[in-house]
Structure formats: C-alpha cells, structure tokens
DNA sequence: GTGACTTTGTGCATCGGTTCACAAAGGGAT
DNA sequence: ATCCCTTTGTGAACCGATGCACAAAGTCAC
C-alpha cells in the first residue's frame, strides 16, 4: 500500500499511541541516570506494562532495537518525540482561569514536553488582567483573537461545565481542532475536531467500585485481581 | 455458577464500569430538567455514546428498563449509584497540597459524587497549619494517624514524583487499597492494590500526535478520523 | 381485548488489542 | 571465522469489547 522503503506505518494503533508518552517518560528518566542502552524487559519494566507489548508497540514505528542489545535511549527519545509531534512546540491556551486552570497554568509537565502555555482566557473580571504563571489573564471577548495572534493550535477547556460548549464552538470557529476538556459534560464538535476528556471524579467512581467489591463482604464473590 | 435468582452479574465488565459514571452524570443532569424517562437512543446521546453500547452496559446491572417506554431516570440513577458505590460517602485524603492538590481539594466534583475530601497532607511546613477549603492541612507525619483516624479508604496522591512511591507505600501499610495518582510515576504496588493515574501531559501529547497528523501535510496519509 | 407501535435486551459476527512463543538477527568470546 | 548467547520483531492464537439486527416484551389507542 504505503511505500515499501517506509520503515514506519502510518496506522499506529490508538492503544499504543495512548502509551508512546509513557515509554518516553520512562526513557526521559533513564538518559537522566545515564543509561545508554536498555532492554525491552527494562523498558517496559519502567513503563508499567508487559515487554511483548512495548516490543509491539515500539515496532509500529519502526525497528529501532538491536537484537542482542537493546534499544538506544536518547534515538529512541529522539523517535518517539518525533512520532509524537514532540519536536515541534505547540501553543497551548487555557480558557478558564479558576482553581484548576491555575494549577494547570503552573503545571511544569507541559512546557517540559513541548507545550507552551501561550494565553489564559477567562470571563470573571476580577481574574481578567492578574498575572499568573508569568501570563497576562486576558478576557473571553478576546478569545479568537488571542488564538489567531499567539497561533494557539491546542486549546484547554478549565471552565465551569456551563460555558464548555460555547467556548469549544468558538475556538473551532477559529480553526482549532485539539480539545483537552476539563469540564464534566459531554462536548460536540463535528468531524474532525478531537476532544480529549479527563473527568477527575470518574476515575474516583472506578475506585470506588472497587473499593466496594474488595470490602463487601460475603455475597460479593471474591474476585482476586 | 452464581444463584440464578440473583439479576445481577457480579462480573461487570471493566469498559462498562469506566462508562457508568457517564451515565450517571448525564441521567443527573436530565434528573434535575424534571425528565422522568429517558429511552437508550436519548441517554445514549446525552452520554456520547452509542445506544446499543449503552443498552448492553445497562443490561450488564439487570433488567431496569421496560420495554417501549425505556428507564425511569431515578431508578437508574439510584442502580447505578448503588453498582458503583456511591450510595455510601468516602472519606478521601489529598496527599500533596500544591497547585494541583489545592484545585483538587476545592473541586466541587467530589462531594457531589459521595466523596468527601476528609484530610489534606503535604511535607512543606510554610503549608502545614493553613487552612484550604475548610480543612487544616497536617503534617505528613501524620500521615498514617489522620489516614486511621478519618477512616480514609481512598487517596489522592497530588505530590511531586519523587514523594510518590514513598507516600503510596506508607498508606498501603495502614491498609488503603485504591489509589488516584496525579504524580507522573509508576507506583509498584502488591497485588489487591487498585491505582489509578491522570496524567495531565499524556493527554496533551496524544492531542499533539493527531494534531501533527492532520497538519502532516503532503506526506501524510489523508486518515480521516 | 386486540393490534400497531415502541423500545429493550441479547445472540452473533467482527474488530482491535494482548499475549505467547519462536525464528531471525546481531554481539562477543574464543 | 565460528559458535553461543541475548534480545528483538512478529505470526498466530486468544480475549474482551463493539455494533448490528432482531425477537421478546411491554405500552397505548380504540
């Protein structure tokens, strides 16, 4: 189909993807330490998963191991940041400035993957020209052309479930097809346009069915895992 | 295998359990509007899912539906509740009470789900003694007292990665089981233990790798999706 | 009470992802 | 140069989740 003399297939499966920022953050600590070389089992060891599917997962962008040997820690950093679009720097802004929207602005995960915090939009005026993080809070009214001039690309959503819906149709009204959604609703957006959602009480949910299960008692069945 | 009388499947699978907040977040809002009865097709929409994902999750608690009419939205919401735990109030400690741990201990997504944020922890003494969202902060080495003495099942842990481990170990010897994650580390953990993580910049670099792909220009393949 | 209509619950085919297990590939020692 | 050892990359079996499509079950109008 694709050019054969392609090492790398362009279809990565979702899965792997979802992992890619995880073996990169493994590997980000390994060139800290020092490591040169390291072995899938390592690897993937470090990673939190099994070495079959770090293997797999890795041979979806290539082959970039030696046999024998190992992978090479700084080309595989250099490949999968490039694979994940890590090489380039991408403007991020994050529209609503509250508890979570500072936390996220003060966040020092992002800039240390390439993402630049490049605006902070909200509606509350008494929030609207603070500085926070080193950025000048700037108002809603503003919000396309903050992301037109700051060339914005990757737009956080940190506002009250309200207002999410209105200020994702903005921002795609802009040009923006890159959600992060804070806010706990469901988004629509037309094709083309990907949300991601983090929903920090549903991960509280999952544990407490959990907790539930393991502390139930006789009639729950005992599950093991 | 299981007593035939019993309606409900204790093996619920886990894609299920990850939806059901969903659910009930969407059935709340539709509780509130005064909707008494919502069919499959409209949940299902509210949710962002597809219908008959939705009818076979459901399916999975037991029969809570009639045929022609679809599901009465408090019982739902009360079946639901109940599958997951939420009937009863967790007692939750946030471990780490910086930027993030703050925003966390504010969000008013917590205690509207049964969680009650019921101690709050950090190392640094300039924080220990202040008072955030109505809760003295304590000292960690008070950990495992106030973990004890609050009854705290669940833990939030919101400090820096190098605390992580250390912390996470220390709540599991008094006997905490299920863990939410935020710091960017993978905990080793003995078998029982439940973790779950967010990570804030795994979200984003996966925004980055499709917005990469869209960008991609001439050389990409034209994906669609 | 009957018939038309609506909507659930589920059997079944399908798909994507995981895991196993091993052949192929390379390094290093002699 | 050859052999042994290590580790990758992947074919194939397996497993769980998804989505289709429909029979079963119920409501409502008359």
């Known amino acids: 189909m694709k050019s054969p003399s ?3 297939d362009r279809g990565i ?14 590997l980000h600590g390994m060139a800290e330490r020092g490591i040169a070389t390291v072995s899938s089992e390592d690897l993937a060891a470090a990673a939190g998963v099994n070495s079959a599917k770090l293997r797999k997962d890795l041979s979806h962008l290539g082959s970039y191991g030696t046999r024998g040997v ?9 490949q999968i940041s490039r694979e994940l679009g890590l090489t380039q720097d991408w403007a ?40 926070i993080a080193g950025l000048n809070v700037e108002h809603i009214d503003e919000l396309e052309a903050v ?20 200020v994702c149709d903005r921002v795609i009204g802009v040009g923006v097809t890159s ?37 139930g008692g006789p009639l729950m069945a005992v599950d093991g895992q």
Do not use: C, M, W
């Open 6 to 8: 392609q090492p790398r």
């Open 13 to 26: 499966p979702e899965a792997t993807v979802a992992r890619l920022p995880l073996y990169l953050r493994a």
């Open 70 to 78: 190992g992978y090479d820690v700084e080309y595989l950093v250099y």
């Open 92 to 131: 991020v802004a994050i529209v609503g400035v509250g508890n979570l929207g500072r936390a996220l602005a003060n966040y020092g995960g992002f800039v240390s993957r390439g993402f630049r915090v490049a605006a902070l939009v909200d509606a509350d005026p008494e929030i609207v020209g603070d500085t």
């Open 147 to 166: 992301i037109k001039r700051r060339g914005v690309s990757i737009v956080v959503l940190a506002t009250p479930a309200a207002a999410a819906q209105e």
């Open 179 to 215: 959600i992060l959604n804070f806010a706990p609703v469901v988004l629509s957006v037309p094709e083309g346009v990907d949300v991601r959602k983090v929903d920090l009480s549903i991960e509280l949910q999952i544990l407490a069915f959990h907790e539930q299960r393991k502390a």
